[in-house]
Nanobody, 116 residues
Framework: QVQLVESGGGLVQPGGSLKLSCGAS????????MGWYRQAPGKQRELVAS????????ATYGDSVKGRFTISRDALTTIWLQMNSLKPEDTAVYYC?????????WGQGTQVTVSS
């Protein structure tokens, strides 16, 4: 089992920045990749960014956040999402996901609200 704990959400004005973090514990050596997804009210959950844990840690971004968001990681257990130039349409619950060898794991989510 893997446990994920997110933090860093909150209320920010348009054009502002936030940094989310996600820490993994438990069977961390089963994790192949970690990432961030988001879900706005009435919409499907979508990929924000993901990163491999081993090797070069190649990052993948959703089209709507490219150039504004940056995902990073430490050696094994923590990822961050630096969000710049935030827009009202970035408002959503952001979920951390860990891709394991046998299954996926999800965090409880953290609310990000972009509003003036």
């Amino acid at each position: 089992q893997v446990q994920l704990v997110e933090s860093g959400g909150g209320l920010v004005q348009p054009g502002g920045s936030l940094k989310l973090s996600c820490g993994a514990s438990g069977s961390i050596f089963s994790i192949n990749a970690m990432g961030w997804y988001r879900q706005a009210p009435g919409k499907q959950r979508e990929l924000v960014a993901s990163i491999g844990i081993f090797s070069r840690g190649t990052a993948t971004y959703g089209d709507s956040v490219k150039g504004r968001f940056t995902i990073s990681r430490d050696a094994l257990t923590t990822i961050w999402l630096q969000m710049n130039s935030l827009k009202p349409e970035d408002t959503a619950v952001y979920y951390c996901k860990a891709t394991g060898s046998a299954r996926d794991y999800w965090g409880q989510g953290t609310q990000v609200t972009v509003s003036s």
